[in-house]
């Protein structure tokens, strides 16, 4: 075995495809220790600076001492305390949808309402460049698969037109994690509610940040619950803890508690991140400067990259990709920007389309300007040097 496995790594490594783990100390603050050497951090997903917020952890504290640690069982045994219902809650509220649905995380969460609702007699349509776990939830649903061209609609509708299945679920991030653009949702619902489908979003990137409140993409380009009937979203991103849910009609949630196996067969979260999480959603409105930060750094991150000719990608969120093309220089200037103190992750196929590679920037309201003038100094000056391009005019 090990050795056929070897020479599958070694065509990995030849391929500059080969991927590390690094051994970081320390909460997710701007400023971390990875390897022992201290490193400004673009690369978390950790948008408004929650992750080491201290209501979050004085909450997990005070929920541990209640609760105990482990959940100790499913939902449906006796693992859905006080303290998850009240964040469902709390979420439906934030999303203002009728009900929402914890689950143990994303990737579970976007398996588990595809597999539920799908089966061999349906159609699922995906955008092209989806996240690998809505993708993976409509190949595994055995529902026919079909991917449409990023973010176009007559494509989408194309598809539609010709389809004979029982059921027709459109599936798209609202934010596309690699990318950072933002999905066309009032098209994409129109489209899907001539076709008689059901929309499903995930807004993984869009939560907590964009919408009123932090109530996210849905929210933000004005789709009720009828507009987008599966509302997905997690909680380890903007904000700071870890799991995600479901949000939508009596029906759907009723129909995920009887038949998702991946709410079904797995143990609830901890009462101690549920905490945490409520905590969180409550900062939302409560510091509703850190959204308003957050967007001062991409205007400004934006204009100055814009001025300087840097090849960024178009973006109006806290994701902000810098292409670049061939693996092998984005490893050369993430490299590069780490011997400077600055941590910026290359992203390669196939996490994205070959021949993309590119740096994925992330901005936090814990970032200040002046640690983005220190990004685009170091870029600045491996642009001058030939390694990192110039925007097309
Ligand atoms: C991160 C992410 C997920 C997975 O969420 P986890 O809670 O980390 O499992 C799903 N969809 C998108 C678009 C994501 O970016």
Redesign the pocket.
């Known amino acids: 075995m090990d050795q056929e496995l070897a020479a599958d790594l070694q065509a990995r490594r030849a391929d500059h495809l080969y991927r590390q783990r690094n051994r970081h100390s320390g909460p997710q603050v701007p400023l971390i220790k990875v390897n022992g050497s201290q490193l400004l951090a673009f690369t978390s997903?950790d948008y408004l600076g929650l992750a080491n917020h201290p209501k979050l952890i004085s909450a997990a504290h005070s929920a541990s001492k209640l609760y105990g640690l482990g959940s100790g069982a499913s939902h449906l045994v006796t693992g859905h305390t006080d303290l998850h219902h009240e964040l469902e809650q709390a979420l439906a509220a934030t999303t203002q949808r009728p009900r929402a649905l914890l689950f143990?995380?994303?990737?579970?969460?976007?398996m588990g309402v595809l597999n539920a609702l799908l089966d061999r007699r349906d159609a699922v349509y995906q955008d092209r460049l989806?996240?690998?776990?809505?993708l993976d939830g409509g190949l595994l649903s055995g529902a026919k698969f079909q991917r449409y061209r990023h973010n176009d609609t007559t494509n989408l509708a194309d598809k539609l037109v010709t389809t004979q299945a029982r059921r027709h679920v459109v599936a798209t991030?609202?934010?596309?994690?690699m990318d950072g653009d933002i999905a066309p949702l009032k098209g994409l619902s129109q489209v899907a509610n001539e076709h008689h489908a059901w929309l499903m979003v995930?807004?993984?990137?869009g939560f907590g940040v964009l919408g009123a409140g932090g109530g996210g993409s849905a929210l933000a380009q004005g789709l009720s619950s009828n507009d987008c009937p599966i509302y997905?979203a997690?909680?380890?991103?903007a904000l700071g803890s870890?799991?995600?849910f479901v949000a939508g009609s009596e029906e759907l949630i009723e129909s995920l508690i009887q038949f998702s196996r991946n709410y079904i067969y797995t143990t609830a979260l901890p009462p101690s991140v549920a905490a945490a999480s409520l905590a969180s959603v409550a900062l939302l409105t409560e510091e509703a400067w850190r959204q308003q930060h957050l967007n001062r750094l991409i205007n400004y991150f934006t204009q100055q990259a814009q001025s300087m000719g840097l090849p960024l990608m178009y973006s109006q969120t806290a994701i902000q990709p810098l292409l670049v093309g061939s693996s092998k220089v984005a490893i050369q200037i993430s490299d590069e920007l780490r011997q400077v103190g600055l941590l910026v992750t290359a992203i390669r196929p196939p996490t994205v389309p070959k021949g993309t590679a590119r740096l994925r920037i992330t901005l936090s309201a814990a970032h200040s300007e002046a640690h983005v003038d220190e990004l685009l100094v170091a870029l600045g000056r491996l642009q001058q040097q030939g390694l990192v391009g110039r925007a097309e005019q």
Do not use: I, Q
């Open positions: 997903n143990g995380s994303g990737y579970m969460a976007n989806n996240h690998a776990s809505l991030d609202a934010v596309f994690s995930d807004d993984a990137h997905m997690t909680l380890g991103k870890y799991g995600a």
